[in-house]
């Protein structure tokens, strides 16, 4: 069955080791940061340092893994349709607004819907660490300046993650306008038991 994740809010569930996870943008262009915590002790999360250290590659896609902060494998991702996402930057929060976008008003954010949605699960905001950013298209120059460009993916592009582990997972439709070319849209997801 496919889920929608709708524009600029998030959900939480549990996958098994062994399941796999499709996350898909029905539409284009539209980030969906995902985190990670082992179901069994969730101290042990995503690890964005670990992961680029371990692929030895800021370009996370089909064939890497995704891995923990004690060193141990979460997600290997089978299929990436598009090929881009981002591992560098944290999840968009009130602060994020605030200070890059000179808006102190309410705004959604990726870190409150992965707090709120996680909270079931007994995990707080200071617990969130930096998310996997699917579909995210982060470009930097030689002089290492970053620069947020719009999504790279098209309706319908998809990436597959199979779970190493029992497996606690936080996904959002990312509320931040610059890294959605100013547009927002919905996420889909689907879990495939691998138990059927």
Not at 61 to 71: A, E
Not at 87 to 92: I, T, V
Not at 140 to 162: N, Q, R, T
Request: charged content about 25%.
């Amino acid at each position: 069955m496919v889920n929608t994740i709708e524009k600029q809010t998030g959900t939480a569930f549990q996958l098994k080791k062994g399941d796999t996870l499709k996350v898909i943008d029905p539409q284009g262009e539209q980030v969906s940061d995902m985190v990670l915590f082992n179901a069994d002790d969730k101290r042990e999360r995503i690890s964005s340092g670990k992961t680029l250290d371990f692929e030895n590659t800021i370009l996370i896609s089909k064939g890497h893994h995704l891995w923990s902060n004690r060193s141990h494998k979460m997600m290997e991702i089978l299929e990436d349709t598009n090929g881009r996402n981002d591992f560098l930057l944290a999840p968009c929060s009130p602060e994020t607004f605030q200070i890059l976008y000179n808006n102190p008003e309410y705004h959604p954010s990726c870190f409150e819907n992965l707090y709120t949605n996680l909270s079931a699960f007994g995990i707080e905001p200071d617990d969130i660490p930096t998310a996997f950013n699917i579909f995210m298209n982060v470009q930097f120059s030689a002089d290492g300046e970053l620069s947020v460009d719009p999504p790279k993916s098209k309706a319908g592009d998809y990436v597959v993650f199979e779970a190493k582990m029992d497996l606690i997972v936080g996904l959002t439709a990312c509320s931040a306008e610059q890294s959605n070319n100013y547009v927002f849209k919905p996420i889909q997801y689907e879990i495939i038991s691998s138990r059927h």
